[in-house]
């Protein structure tokens, strides 16, 4: 498969992660692992980024935080959505989807403008 | 996923978890790569690094907000803990409205009342003046100890230029003389009086005073000629007041009874002289080449140089005068200097402003209300004490179920703050009222007036003592060991005496005790001086005279023209039913007018004088008779004075003083110098207090309105103070007789400052009675408080007693020598408090002193009467204890205490 590379836009970083966690509790490395699925692995993140954007939604009450013990007993920091989390996952849902309709109108337009 | 480990809680925690979380993801990563893409453990690393980014900057960003997270955590925990707390104490607190409530009260009626003196200390003593050079102005003066001694006079022009010039320490001087100016009417507005300054260009730099409108004086303006039209400046509430603020008032010219003046400006809100607020301001004519002259009569203001004290700044000002003397030895004679013993004094301007006696009182008024302050804090201390037994056993029981003792400690001391908070927030209030009650009644004399009001510094100062108060009754428990567990192992019924509190409780009464007897006396020796005073003969009959000041614009009359005038008003009035007399004087005796004028007798006395700089009246025929003066000899008639013979009357003082035991009447005396023409005395009036209360046997010469034509020594102008007496009538009705008669003979003239005569003494001793009064006040407050007190702790006494009381009973002791035993307890220990109080009082009332009057600070029937007052409070505030005792039941007493 053609491994195409794609910079992420700052922003977009955190609708990922709100979506990837609407599945359930994980730990950032799961959250990670789980986008390079999805995408197969045509997304592009400098992996590092992931870890601020997590603390500063704990920090705006988007996420909850826990340390937790994975399967294999290793200790990890465990995120959850929350209530707000999920409030805020919509809305950008929704603006994302009007962002790209309203982008699409331009690209697909079959005409050209009027002079 | 299980959720096992607690939130980190420290800063350091937070960069263990944070390298942990890292580290899990990068192992985990290691791990992917390496089974998927088949690297070695190294190059997946290096991998994983790689992908990973900047570890060092993406672990920062992240570790801040990790620290952001926690302070806030920490924040909120605290919010909540105090949240808990106070909701706890305060349902502890409901739970006991009757202690909450009288602590509240007591403890803010102290503090209200201390609240208040600090406030009228702090801005009339402890804050400098309200100008930006405040601590570097000086007031400059002069001295004239053996003409007057005590009391400061202002400087000269001469000196003004000599040492603006000369002085190495002072930068500048202003230089002003206030007065009052009539405003003519203009057909818009009625004739009225304002308060005028004739003020140097340097006043306004000096003190800081730019203009709102318009521009300043110069030098220039300094230098006008008589008759000219004058520049002049209005203050910020004139200007509302007359001219509603109208912009375009600059350039208008004002008529008045003097010179004609025109606005150039308009001076800023607030903008005022240390102790006149004058409504116009206009140059003082300042021309230097004007020879110096002896007329000291202006205040001088100069500004210190930066880095030179007021020591320095006299010892310049001395050194200058000299030099001033050396230079003109006709004005600054060695006789002059003899007589008058004539020297110069620089003080500081807030010294000069507000005055020993005033810092005094306010200092002794805060003494006082620190004392009630005490008093009630020891009041409120028991009340927390009987609380704290009360509370014994549900105590014991929560430490025996797991509280711990550093929650109570918090837990009361929770309790105590809010009752403080609580009491502080009241005390504002009472303290704000109280303060307008105490300005209301306060001698008008008072510096700074305008300037004192509640604000943050004082709301800083209650809250700040009532925590202190609150912290320091929060910790009460720990010094009776209320949180000790061992009450619980005692049988009795929870009341546990203990060693520390009972004597803990005496000396609180003990001490409540000793600030009441020092207040109480001083409040006697107050009321004393008061009585004293009070009862003093002035040399005339206040009761029934009505007193005015009449004013007339000046219009280049003569004397006798002016004394037509009022003739014609005194006439008029003495026809109107109810009026047995009436006249007029240029100052009312008691009003405390410092002034002198050198006056000549005809004779030389044994200590080699034959004249001096003596206090002297002018005053109109029938002046004497309407004061109730007594006289020997026959006061002057207007037939007499028209003819311009000139009658002098003299006060006993004056009289005893040049004449001594000669008979003065047909001597004469001149005034100002030899070559004026000689009054002939033509009465002698006993002895007369002019100045004040205070001082007996004033000297003082009383001349007629007309003089002698052959020279006339002054100028009657602006008016004089007409008096009246008529008891049958009431003094508005007599003000309006007064204005009817003048509408008609003379139009333009203006009444003013109208006061029966009694209240003009009563002012007089306006200090006085406000010490009195505040002392008085403060003393009762402290009494009843006291009696609280010993009520209190009789009560408790009682209460541990009860089983000694049984035993008495059961041996034959009736009810009322229980009574008595109750009784006699309380004056033992009130007596204890009046002992220890009358020493300290011994030692302090002599601060007092200056405020006294014929009264002695140690003057002993007033301590005995203190010590019986108290005594007799003492054997009161026992009976309800004392009968609650000899209700008691024997049996049940001995039972209890078994």
Redesign the interface.
Known sequence: MQRTELDLVRGTLDLLILKTLSWG?M???AV??WIEDTTRDQLQI???????A???M??KGWLD??????DRN?????YRLTARGRKHLAAELARWNRYTSVVSLVISARGAPAR | MKRVFRLPNSSARIGADLDEELSFHLEGRVDDIMAREGLSREDAEREARRRFGNYESYRREAHDIDEMILERRRKMELLDAIRRESRSALRSLRRAPTFSLIAILTLALGLGATTTIFTLLDRVVLRPLPYPNAGRLVNLATAWPKLKAGTEFGISRGQYFYFKQHSTTLADIAFYDGGMMIINGDGVHAPERATQVFASASTFSILGITPALGRLFTTADERWTPGSRLPALISYDYWQSRYGGDPSVLGRAIDTDDDPIEIIGVLPKGASLPDVTPDVWVPNRLVPSDPPQNNHTHTGIGVLKPGFTVEAAQADIKRLQEELREAYPNVYAKAFYDRTGFSMSVRSLAEHVVGTTITRTLWLAFAAVAFVLLIAVGNVANLFLVRIDAQRREVALRRALGAEAGHLAIHYLAESLILALAAGLLAIAFGDALLRAVLAIAPQSLPRLAEVGFDWRSGLFCFGVALAFGVAFGLLPLTSGATDAGVLRDGSRGITPSRASEVVRRGLVIMQVTLAVVLLAGAGLMAKSFAQLKDVKPGFDPRGVHTMSVILPYNGDTTARTGAFWHELARRVEATPGVVRAGATSDLPLSNHDGCSGLIADVVNSAGESGNCMPMRIVTPGYFEAMGYTARGAFPSWQQVESGVGPLVVTRGFANRFWESADALGHGVKPYNPQAPSFPIVAVTGDVREMNLQTPASQVAYFPIVAPPSKMPWRIGGGLVFVVRAPSVSTPAMVERVRSILAEIEPKALVADVAPMETVVAKSMAQTSFMMLMLLIAAAIALLLSAVGIYGVISYLVGQRRGEIGVRMALGAQKSQVVGLVVRRSIALTAAGVVVGVAVALMTTRMLRSLLFEVRPTDPLVLLGTAVMLLVVAALAAMGPARRAARIDPVEAMRAST
């Open positions: 509790p730990h950032g490395l990670l692992r400098e992996e590092g980024a992931l870890y601020p997590l603390h500063r704990e920090e935080a826990e340390w937790g013990v994975t290793r200790r990890a920091k465990f």
